[in-house]
């Protein structure tokens, strides 16, 4: 009995100092993490109904949008999409003359990232930033659709992932925004 008594109190002091580092540091860390969340969900609201409201991304709209981002100290994959809307009246072939059925058809054109990118930032040099041939224009009733997810692995996951010995694959941060483009372009 004499043997387990030093073993333990060794053990529960270890535990101890353990705990009162950890506890503290990974109250911390999901601190930041809710911090940059916060900041991720805000700027990623604000840069859509900004889009939304002008009808139109500029090179210097996503700059920003992704300086803000960064500045939480993560990295981000970010989606875009942009989604066209087309209403097309029904006609019918009556003879030769079309009637109109009173109908109408929607199409939908589904425009992603790249789609859009490609115009902000071309690969050939051109026009400047401020240049309106620079700029992604949109339709009043079009979509705008924008998802951001941090790439790696924040701290507190790094962290926690250590302690339980798990992988976790899903990302901490993840913010959905869009909705109908409200302006269109000049």
């Not at 981000?76 to 029904?90: G, K």
């Not at 339980?164 to 302006?183: C, E, M």
């Amino acid at each position: 009995m004499s043997m387990d008594s030093p073993l333990w109190k060794i053990l529960g002091f270890f535990l101890a100092a353990v705990l009162l580092f950890l506890v503290p540091v990974m109250n911390m860390l999901e601190r930041q993490d809710d911090a940059a969340y916060t900041v991720v969900f805000t700027e990623t609201n604000r840069f859509v109904d900004s889009a939304r409201d002008a009808g139109y991304i500029t090179p210097n709209m996503y700059n920003e949008f992704v300086r803000r981002l960064n500045a939480t100290g993560c990295t981000f994959d970010i989606r875009m999409e942009h989604v066209q809307s087309l209403i097309n009246p029904v006609y019918r072939q009556n003879g030769t003359v079309l009637e109109f059925t009173g109908e109408y058809e929607i199409n939908r054109i589904s425009r992603g990232e790249d789609a859009i990118l490609s115009v902000l930032f071309p690969d050939e040099p051109g026009p400047d930033v401020f240049d309106k041939a620079r700029r992604y224009d949109m339709k009043a009733g079009d979509l705008l659709f924008v998802e951001v997810r941090n790439r790696g692995k924040t701290m507190a996951t790094a962290l926690r992932d250590m302690l339980l010995l798990s992988d976790t694959r899903t990302p901490t941060i993840f913010v959905r925004a869009g909705g109908l483009v409200r302006n269109e372009a000049d």
